[in-house]
């Protein structure tokens, strides 16, 4: 009750602050600026916010009842295969949407996706796939979404897992 009273009291001190203004003066109309207010709150406390937002976030997500959370998180990398598969057909000549992929192309495609994913995934997220070697259930995940050749055979994903690892940790 205490911290309510509080509260009032500041609010009404800043009601005070702002309509004050208004009554002061000799008559003419004194206009509030609460835009240049609204702009200047944002610019000083707009970390705060963003901070503020996402430990509501990240609290509300742990509150959630675990099927729901599971869900999410399937969702979440779904939508993580779904960029890098993406991102490894638009880094690749030769390679797009649809087309039917040979195995050197297929394999440079898997390895601009997973270079792609290394770089911009959160680990939580990759550790999401397997518990002992991520990269793999990644690589995996990923040449499922890609349209290879019937011809074409599984690549060697250990080793283009190692490859692109090393590759983003020497950078």
């Given at each position: 009750?205490?911290?309510?009273?509080?509260?009032?009291?500041?609010?009404?001190?800043?009601?005070?602050?702002?309509?004050?203004?208004?009554?002061?003066?000799?008559?003419?109309?004194?206009?509030?600026?609460?835009?240049?207010?609204?702009?200047?709150?944002?610019?000083?406390?707009?970390?705060?916010?963003?901070?503020?937002?996402?430990?509501?976030?990240?609290?509300?997500?742990?509150?959630?009842?675990?099927?729901?959370?599971?869900?999410?998180?399937?969702?979440?990398?779904?939508?993580?295969?779904?960029?890098?598969?993406?991102?490894?057909?638009?880094?690749?000549?030769?390679?797009?949407?649809?087309?039917?992929?040979?195995?050197?192309?297929?394999?440079?495609?898997?390895?601009?996706?997973?270079?792609?994913?290394?770089?911009?995934?959160?680990?939580?997220?990759?550790?999401?796939?397997?518990?002992?070697?991520?990269?793999?259930?990644?690589a995996k995940a990923v040449y499922a979404r890609l349209n290879?050749?019937?011809?074409?055979?599984?690549?060697?994903?250990?080793?283009?897992?190692?490859?692109?690892?090393?590759?983003?940790?020497?950078?």
């Open positions: 009750m205490h911290r309510l009273s509080r509260v009032a009291a500041a609010a009404l001190l800043l009601l005070a602050c702002l309509v004050a203004p208004a009554f002061a003066g000799d008559g003419s109309p004194v206009t509030v600026p609460w835009g240049d207010l609204i702009v200047w709150l944002l610019v000083t406390f707009g970390g705060s916010f963003v901070a503020l937002a996402l430990a509501l976030y990240h609290l509300v997500l742990k509150h959630l009842s675990v099927p729901l959370r599971t869900w999410l998180q399937q969702h979440n990398a779904d939508q993580l295969i779904e960029r890098m598969v993406g991102a490894g057909l638009n880094s690749v000549a030769g390679a797009s949407r649809g087309k039917v992929l040979t195995a050197e192309i297929g394999n440079q495609v898997l390895a601009a996706a997973l270079n792609y994913g290394f770089a911009q995934a959160p680990k939580r997220l990759a550790s999401y796939f397997d518990q002992g070697h991520a990269g793999v259930a990644v290879m050749d019937e011809d074409a055979s599984a690549p060697d994903f250990q080793a283009i897992v190692a490859q692109t690892a090393a590759a983003v940790s020497a950078r």
